[in-house]
Structures are given as C-alpha cells and as structure tokens.
C-alpha cells in the first residue's frame, strides 16, 4: 500500500458511499508531479530561473530558424494566457534574455526572439533538465513509458471533457 491506498481506505471507512476512485489516479498524479516539481527546482535555481521561464526559452528554441514566435504563438505553445505570458516575457527581456518587437506592418502582433543569451542559458539548462526527466523514470521500461505517456494524453482529453473549458483551453483560445 502507498499514501494514496492508505487514504482511500479511510474514505472507505468515514464515507463509504463516497466514490472516491478518482483519487487513485489523481492523488498519485499529484504526489507524482509534486516530487517532479521538488527534483526539478534544483537545476532552475541553479541558473536563477523558474519553470514557466525556461518553458518560454524552450519554445523559443524550439522555433527554428529564427527562434521567434508571436506572442499569441507563445501563449498557445505554453499553455497561458496572453496577459500571463507578458509578465513572464517581460521579466525575461529585463534579464536579457528575450527581445520584443512590433511587426512592422501589423503593430498589433508582437514578436518574441531569444537573445543569443537566452539561447545559451536554455541550452546549459536542457543539457541538465531532460536527462534528469529520464533518470526521474527509473527502472520503467520502454513499453512502461510508452504506455504511461499514451495513458497520460487519455486522461488528459478526458478531463478536458469534464464541467466546461479547462484553463488551458480557455488559454489557448485567447492567444487565437
């Protein structure tokens, strides 16, 4: 049994009516993400910048050739609002890291463009960043990943469905 076994059997025992089987995926969903989170910060402190920062560097990267994107782009990619992503973006321009600009015929679509600053900091940060994700999944075998990160995408379209538009959609929308 682990954390999340231990308080299922309790619901069981102070509200057995409760269907509380959603918890056996989300609780370990979240101690899960809270462990990654714990494992993570370590690497971005040691180059003082945060998650969401980096998320918006790597976007960036990413965009070959040019590493510009507009900020609507920036937004969808990075799963935030266009008002959330000015504040991460500007935070990055006073570090030097980013530069913004107008497009010169449409003044309304601004450019995001990573410095050759930020291009060395995300690149120092990716060398450490993702061979610790794949340390982080262990003994897991290929078929194990694989698997998990086909059930991930599952779940995630299923809550998707649930109640409405989730933050991310309503994120995604507003950068359109």
């Not at 057995?16 to 056996?24: A, F, N, Y």
């Not at 000015?86 to 990055?92: E, G, M, T």
């Not at 610790?132 to 995408?153: F, R």
Request: hydrophobic residues 40%.
């Amino acid at each position: 049994m682990d954390g999340v076994d231990v308080i299922v059997s309790h619901w069981a025992v102070a509200r057995p009516e409760l269907d509380v089987s959603g918890l056996k995926v989300f609780g370990r969903l979240h101690r899960s993400f809270l462990v990654y989170k714990n494992r993570i910060a370590e690497t971005f402190d040691k180059y003082d910048i945060t998650d969401s920062g980096f998320d918006v560097l790597a976007c960036l990267r990413r965009a070959v050739p040019d590493h510009r994107l507009t900020a609507g782009e920036l937004a969808e990619q990075t799963l935030v609002t266009t008002g959330g992503l000015s504040l991460r973006v500007k935070r990055l321009e006073e570090s030097g890291l980013v530069t913004r600009s107008k497009d010169a015929v449409d003044a309304r679509v601004v450019y995001v463009e990573l410095t050759p600053k930020g291009s060395a900091l995300v690149d120092a940060i990716a060398d450490e960043h993702f061979p610790k994700l794949t340390a982080m999944l262990g003994d897991m075998t290929e078929s194990d990943i694989s698997t998990l990160a086909s059930l991930l995408t599952h779940l995630e379209h299923s809550a998707r469905s649930v109640d409405g538009p989730s933050p991310l959609e309503t994120a995604t929308d507003a950068s359109a």
